[in-house]
């Protein structure tokens, strides 16, 4: 009896009086929003929307908790001061079956209470490059976009293509395409970084097994308002469009090179038909590769702070074996095995990225004391 009590009231007195402060902030944002110059200020009012989002799902855990711990209390009171044996057997039922609820609650709540990488969910842009293994590593670099845009779907995420270049015996060495929906980013972020492949090529007449691999770089889509490029820093190229799309595509000036001056940045899109619409998808990729510039840093201040930082910005990191004779997949950074190699190239890999935020969020919670 005495042990409950203890534990609500040292719950109470850390939790759930954090819990309270943010529910005053809660309703202070409420109001924000909906005051008119807020809303004409659309970075401060994107921000905010934001912010409000995150603060609900924390304040519907806030009332889950209160309410466990109300019942729990009640419960055990009753439990001390009734004489009737079946109401006192009601209150230990309501005991067995609201305490085990309450730890799990709890650290839900400490990990929502945990501030997130605020660019989790914004839509992502992702890049596939073939390196070492020649021919091989360009088929792989395919293989990988067709795992992606297979796992994407099965999301109900949109992936449109912006550039890539073709490997001479198939797949690309080079393919970057955009990916939208819920939380893109904070899902994909763990795939960055150089993925091994060690399988018998295609083009190999010996059947001797060949090592080779593919780089993937993810990147946090910079919106409009995240960073202002000026008009004059950019120059703009334009091209006949090659691959695939037809004579229309190759013999059509509609492909587009932007180049930043100031800081060397080349993007390029040849995936529409139309000029404008090619500029377009251009201009989001240049404004993400700007920002994460300063992104980068963040993300290496945070992985020079972590032991197991999942989603490190060091890219040049091997962080996954694809092993085709032995049907394994090993994920080097948390030591995740699994032999289920055609599923997994095939889009299934929800399991590997469950694991590896699991680690993370490990992580987030020892950093943050709570």
């Given at each position: ?304 702070k972590r032991k197991t930082m999942v989603s490190s910005g060091d890219r040049s990191a091997k962080i996954r074996t694809y092993n085709y004779p032995q049907g394994r997949i090993t994920d080097h950074r948390i030591n995740y095995t699994a032999y289920n190699l055609p599923a997994f190239v095939g889009g299934d890999i929800q399991e590997c990225i469950d694991q590896l935020t699991i680690a993370e969020n490990a992580e987030r919670l020892k950093d943050s004391k709570l």
């Amino acid at each position: 009896m005495h042990r409950n009590n203890f534990y609500i009231k040292i719950v109470e007195n850390n939790l759930l009086n954090r819990l309270d402060g943010l529910s005053s902030k809660f309703d202070e944002i409420s109001t924000l929003i909906t005051d008119p110059a807020i809303i004409a200020d659309t970075k401060r009012f994107v921000k905010l929307n934001k912010e409000y989002a995150d603060l609900e799902k924390i304040i519907k855990k806030r009332d889950e908790y209160s309410l466990l711990l109300k019942n729990l209390q009640e419960a055990t009171d009753l439990l001390a001061t009734e004489k009737d044996e079946e109401l006192r057997e009601m209150a230990r039922q309501e005991i067995d079956a609201v305490t085990p609820r309450i730890e799990p609650l709890e650290e839900e709540i400490k990990l929502l209470l945990v501030p997130a990488d605020p660019q989790d969910g914004k839509n992502a842009i992702v890049e596939i490059r073939g390196g070492t293994g020649g021919d091989e590593a360009a088929i792989f670099a395919g293989d990988l976009f067709k795992m992606y845009a297979r796992y994407c779907e099965s999301r109900g995420w949109k992936t449109e293509v912006t550039s890539f270049t073709e490997g001479t015996m198939g797949g690309y060495k080079e393919i970057i395409f955009s990916v939208s929906g819920d939380n893109v980013y904070g899902t994909l972020k763990y795939e960055s970084g150089v993925h091994r492949v060690q399988r018998v090529p295609a083009t190999e007449s010996q059947g001797r097994v060949h090592t080779s691999a593919a780089t993937v770089a993810v990147l946090p889509e910079a919106e409009e308002f995240d960073i202002e490029i000026k008009e004059s820093d950019i120059r703009t190229d334009i091209f006949c469009a090659s691959g695939h799309g037809g004579q229309s595509v190759n013999t059509t000036y509609s492909a587009i090179r932007l180049v930043h001056i100031p800081t060397g940045i080349t993007v390029q899109c040849q995936d529409e038909k139309s000029q404008l619409k090619n500029k377009a998808k251009a201009m989001t990729e240049l404004r993400t590769r700007i920002y994460n510039i300063e992104y980068q840093k963040y993300i290496d201040d945070i992985a020079s702070k972590r032991k197991t930082m999942v989603s490190s910005g060091d890219r040049s990191a091997k962080i996954r074996t694809y092993n085709y004779p032995q049907g394994r997949i090993t994920d080097h950074r948390i030591n995740y095995t699994a032999y289920n190699l055609p599923a997994f190239v095939g889009g299934d890999i929800q399991e590997c990225i469950d694991q590896l935020t699991i680690a993370e969020n490990a992580e987030r919670l020892k950093d943050s004391k709570l």
